[in-house]
């Protein structure tokens, strides 16, 4: 079975600082990987994907991950948050070419401060 | 496009009371996903139905139930509430075939249990 995880639950961060999510996950096969975001009131949203090809992907709002294969890993970057940017970030994996169930991380809350 | 859409948003029950909770997913879409938001516990697969077939279930005890009705909408059942299952339920959709197997979420209900 695979499993999904985010080491940090809580992040603080200044407007214009630059952001790093860690998303690390542990499955024997192929995996697509997935990093969503939950606005405060609102509900889960896709940021982006990779299913295969570039290893750097681009999502919405000027957010990009990059898989890491030999390290089983999806980080999620942004150069500079905006306050906007405060939400609840999850990553999520699916074996690829199956319709199955995601799992997630435990998610990371990032506040950004003004 | 209509995304997936959930009824009701908040929910109140007494413990030992029943639930159904409705889910619509997007036009096209012939898999539900159904995940419960615990705090503290992140999100947790529940449910997996596709073509009125139940194709998965997570580690939830048999009071969760649910189903799926052939213009693929989707009820989940739960039996018996004890307080711990107050909660965010999320449904999602996707399509089951074409590669992309990404999961649209709702809005989810609230369920409270006093």
């Known amino acids: 079975a695979q499993s999904v995880s985010q080491h940090n639950h809580h992040v603080i961060l200044s407007e214009a600082a630059s952001l790093e999510l860690g998303c690390n996950y542990s499955?024997?096969?192929?995996?697509?990987l997935f990093w969503y975001v939950q606005y405060p009131g609102q509900h889960l949203q896709l940021l982006l994907k990779y299913f295969s090809g570039d290893p750097l992907v681009k999502g919405i709002k000027g957010f990009e991950a990059e898989f890491i294969k030999s390290k089983f890993s999806f980080n999620l970057r942004k150069p500079s948050v905006q306050w906007s940017d405060t939400a609840e970030y999850f990553c999520?994996?699916?074996?690829?070419?199956?319709?199955?169930?995601?799992?997630f991380g435990t998610g990371t809350r990032l506040q950004v401060t003004l | 496009e209509a995304g997936v859409t959930q009824s009701p948003t908040h929910l109140i029950k007494t413990r030992g009371q029943q639930v159904t909770l409705r889910c619509s997913p997007i036009?096209?879409?012939?898999?539900v996903y159904w995940y419960q938001q615990a705090l503290g516990l992140g999100l947790q697969f529940l449910l997996w139905y596709d073509e009125g077939e139940e194709r998965n279930r997570g580690n939830f005890p048999p009071r969760f139930s649910g189903r799926q009705f052939p213009n693929y909408s989707s009820e989940l059942n739960v039996n018996a509430l004890e307080l711990e299952d107050s909660a965010l339920y999320l449904c999602a959709s996707s399509l089951k075939s074409g590669g992309s197997y990404e999961q649209y979420f709702g809005p989810g209900t609230r369920l409270t249990v006093t």
């Open positions: 999520a994996v699916i074996p690829t070419g199956t319709a199955s169930k995601l799992t």
């Open positions: 036009s096209g879409h012939t898999s």
């Open positions: 499955y024997g096969g192929t995996v697509n």
